[in-house]
């Protein structure tokens, strides 16, 4: 983490400073500095992950001391896993950010760039499997190179350095037609391999610390803001040569063109079939986290996102803040904030009482009159609760499922059918035409159907007798006034 | 019904009234809208902004939209001379209410200014020190907590307070606070204080404020 000394006053003030104030020192002296790294190594660090929820970071600090209290008994860590996140978040710590995200309650969690230098250095201090030395040695003879070359700039020397370039893979180009193929040893495999994935990290870590840098600029702007007593044209003339500052500073600018090779399709696709390449290669073959270092970019990107995301939160916010309005209203308010709380100071045994303000509500009250239930009248409902058994041995229950339905559609057109042959018809000849099924019920149907019909009579002065069959064979006979049924005109 | 279906055909040909701005206008009737509450209707709204402005105005309301802080609602025009009858109702507050929404709204200002977070959120206990200055001595410190609880709820209830879910004694400041006590409202609280204290200070010594909030 850079801080606001000089690299080049280190002397013991600036350090003994350090000593007392920075984040990663004051980590690495407190008590419990070996549960918290360990903790962050395993949610942050270790599966690179950012932006955790609480519960999720409860649940892995949760195993963590279960593990240590296994071992050292109880006592050894007596506090609940929250507890432990809440002091780790605390202001004075800082060792992780607590933040809160649109829409979701719960509160997110992500290492400081302090505490992941402490992590990152802890972990350099077990020292390496074995030191990576050819590769280190081969990417600094690259990056000389091309310091030395690209910072040239006399043409002549130039090609000529392009010349021996060529000469040099025209020779290796031959080699290989000639069937001398050097192949990368497995140790030297190892070797590139465990730089990759150094590098991998550093770049994820310099992703947080230019987040973080960029908050602080963020902080100094809105210091400025806060203390500013000349007008507001001076002030913005100031925050724009400040502004120049964060997007034309180091910091600003690299991160711009890691971003625009991030984005850049082209560099996309190549990284992603070197990576897949990788894969293939048999030394790399044993490698537990090959695979991990495969999918880099899948770490990169969502890194590189929200730290894209957080430059644009802060200027945004910036924007609402230098809002005209809101600029000469907060120094308004501000003022009559200090007013009314002084005078609520002096009046603080003696408060107003009863309503004092009023504040309009945000909605429109409608109340739709047929919404309100009416007023209804309690009925007092005698309840005997005694349930006497009746006796229903001699109850044919037969009765409840031997229900039927007339259907008049039928009948209908059983009308309409004899109709079609005679220009009326009685109910008589209808009935003999097309037996009754439904005993008295249909005839009842009919009867209906003769009253609501317009071209239907009933005749009380003639009487006409129907019968039918019922199911055992017995005949039933009815006497009723003549109906006559017309044909529609 | 015949009436509606009527209108409804021969609009056809007039201007028509698009379609979401009954569903806007009666959210807005409702309550506050938030973007991040309802994406879809908040997207309807910036698209209808006029009409809806054109549809309230006739019942002599202002729509208050603020784009980057992601909240529109209605509010009645300010004009002495009306007669038009009150649509919206307003709430009376205590003196200890008012003072926690001014306080309140100190603090989403100074968290405006110290932090680059959207969110302002609270515990309990913060808002209880915050207020205990201002409230008199008392022995009886729960009976002071109870009654800033139920100061609390009432602000939760005026909306300006939300409680999160999950964690308990935990809420969060609508950012809205600040539409509603602004600089006029804080001009009058200050002056109504000031007038009161005049009073406390008088030879009749203490009085009701004169104002009826009725």
């Known amino acids: 983490m850079t801080h606001q000394t000089p690299r080049d006053a280190m002397d013991y003030y600036a350090i003994n400073a350090l000593r007392e104030n920075h984040a990663g020192w004051s980590l690495l002296r407190a008590q419990n500095a070996p549960l918290a790294i ?6 942050f660090t270790g599966p690179n992950q950012r932006n955790l929820g609480r519960q999720q970071l409860i649940d892995s600090l949760d195993d963590v001391l279960f593990g240590l209290r296994d071992a050292y008994g109880e006592d050894k860590f007596p506090r609940q896993a929250s507890e432990y996140l809440d002091d780790w978040a605390a202001p004075e710590r800082a060792w992780l950010r607590k933040y809160y995200i649109q829409g979701q ?25 074995f030191v990576a ?17 690209q910072s040239e700039t006399d043409p002549d020397v130039r090609l000529k350095e392009l010349q021996n370039q060529r000469d040099a893979i025209d020779a290796e180009m031959q080699r290989i037609r000639d069937g001398n193929i050097r192949v990368m040893t497995a140790p030297e495999a190892l070797d590139h391999f465990q730089q990759l994935t150094a590098l991998a990290k550093d770049l994820l870590s310099d992703f947080r610390e230019v987040e973080q840098n960029f908050r602080k600029l963020d902080r100094q702007v809105r210091e400025q803001i806060a203390t500013w007593d000349g007008t507001q044209g001076e002030l913005l003339e100031s925050i724009f040569a400040n502004q120049q500052d964060i997007s034309s500073s180091l910091q600003g600018r690299t991160f711009q063109g890691c971003w625009d090779y991030l984005m850049s399709p082209e560099s996309r696709r190549k990284l992603q079939e070197l990576l897949q390449r990788a894969t293939q290669i048999e030394a790399l073959a044993k490698m537990d986290n090959l ?3 495969t999918n880099l970019h899948q770490d990169w990107l969502p890194a590189v996102e929200q730290t894209q995301g957080t430059v644009r939160q802060l200027s945004q916010q910036m924007r609402r803040l230098l809002d005209d309005k809101v600029f000469l209203e907060n120094k308004r308010i501000m003022q009559l904030i200090r007013s009314v709380e002084s005078g609520a100071l002096a009046a603080r045994e003696q408060p107003p009482p009863g309503d004092f303000m009023t504040i309009a509500a945000p909605s429109v009250d409608i109340i739709l009159p ?23 041995a001699d109850v044919d229950a037969g009765a409840l499922f031997s229900q039927f339905h007339v259907d008049k559609e039928r009948l209908k057109s059983n009308i ?24 008295l019920a249909e005839i009842v149907a009919y009867y209906q159907l003769a009253t609501e019909s317009d071209w239907a009579s009933i005749n009380p002065e003639a009487e006409q007798q129907i019968s039918w069959q019922l199911e055992d064979g017995s005949i039933r006979e009815a006497t009723l006034e003549q109906i006559i049924f017309g044909r529609p005109a | 019904m015949n009436p509606a279906a009527d209108s409804a055909s ?58 980057s802080e992601g909240y529109a609602f209605l509010k009645s025009r300010e004009n002495p001379d009306s007669t038009l009858p009150r649509l919206i109702a307003r709430r009376t507050l205590t003196f200890n209410v008012s003072l926690l929404l001014v306080l309140l709204r100190r ?83 200050d002056s109504r204080l000031a007038d009161y204290r005049a009073t406390l200070a008088g030879p009749l010594g203490a009085g009701a404020s004169e104002e009826d909030s009725k």
């Open chain 1, 370 to 392: 047929f919404e309100r239930p009416l007023y209804e009248p309690s009925r007092r409902v005698m309840v005997d609760d005694v349930v006497e058994t009746a006796d229903d």
């Open chain 1, 133 to 149: 030395t050819q590769s280190r040695l081969t990417s600094i003879f690259a990056v000389l190179e091309r310091l030395v070359q």
């Open chain 1, 416 to 439: 309409d059918a004899v109709l079609a042959e005679a220009e009326q018809a009685t109910l008589a000849e209808i009935t003999a035409a097309h037996p009754i099924e439904q005993g």
């Open chain 2, 10 to 67: 021969t609009a056809e040909t007039e201007t028509r009234t698009p379609e979401e701005l009954p569903s806007v206008v009666t959210r807005l009737f409702k309550g506050v809208l938030y973007a991040e509450g309802d994406e879809k209707l908040w997207q309807s709204l910036l698209g209808l902004t006029s009409q809806v402005r054109d549809y309230v105005s006739v019942l002599g309301l202002d729509l208050i939209l603020d784009e």
């Open chain 2, 107 to 189: 603090r989403i200002m100074e968290f405006d200014i110290n932090s680059s977070e959207v969110r302002l959120i609270m515990t309990e206990q913060e808002i209880v020190d915050m207020v205990a200055l201002f409230r008199p001595e008392s022995s009886n410190e729960a009976r002071t907590l109870d009654r800033l609880r139920a100061d609390i709820k009432k602000v939760v209830e005026l909306g300006f307070l939300r409680k999160l879910k999950g964690q308990a004694d935990t809420y969060e400041v609508a950012r809205i606070l600040k539409a509603f006590v602004d600089a006029q409202w804080l001009e009058e609280f």
């Open chain 1, 105 to 129: 309650d719960e509160p997110r969690y992500d290492l400081t760039a302090a505490a992941e230098d402490v992590v990152r250095w802890v972990e350099s201090l077990r020292g390496r499997d």
């Open chain 1, 38 to 43: 360990s903790f962050f190594m395993a949610a």
């Open chain 1, 291 to 293: 695979h991990a270092v």
